[in-house]
């Protein structure tokens, strides 16, 4: 079982950044795939990054950077130039897998607003 909690989000003017955290909980962080994926209002919920167990590999979809820190049991999200099309919830995820697909990740985090203004 592995639980997570995002922070970070906030509301930012078009063209700023935020830096999204995700901690989990128990002692397995660093076996797993980490994901960010995002829902907008009315929107189904859509990939925006991954990184496997160890930090080599990374799939994104574009502007933001995905790392992580296994000492700390943390995935972040490094979010620049940000749009306001941008605006959504902001959730992580672990799968077994690399994966941009949200049927690969078993766990979920409840979610972390981002507000883009124009």
């Known amino acids: 079982q592995v639980q997570l909690v995002e922070s970070g989000g906030g509301l930012v003017q078009a063209g700023g950044s935020l830096r999204l955290s995700c901690v989990a909980s128990?002692?397995?962080?660093?076996?797993?795939?980490m994901g960010w994926f995002r829902q907008a209002p009315g929107k189904e919920r859509e990939f925006v990054a991954a990184?496997?167990?160890?930090g080599d590999r990374t799939y994104t979809t574009g502007r933001f950077t995905i790392s992580r820190d296994n000492a700390k049991n943390t995935v972040y999200l490094q979010m620049n130039s940000l749009k306001p099309e941008d605006t959504a919830v902001y959730y992580c995820?672990?799968?077994?897998?690399?994966?941009?697909?949200?049927?690969?990740?078993?766990?979920w985090g409840q979610g972390t607003q981002v507000t883009v203004s124009s």
């Open positions: 995820a672990a799968a077994n897998q690399l994966s941009s697909r949200k049927s690969e990740y078993n766990y």
């Open positions: 990184i496997n167990w160890n």
């Open positions: 128990g002692r397995t962080f660093s076996s797993y795939t």
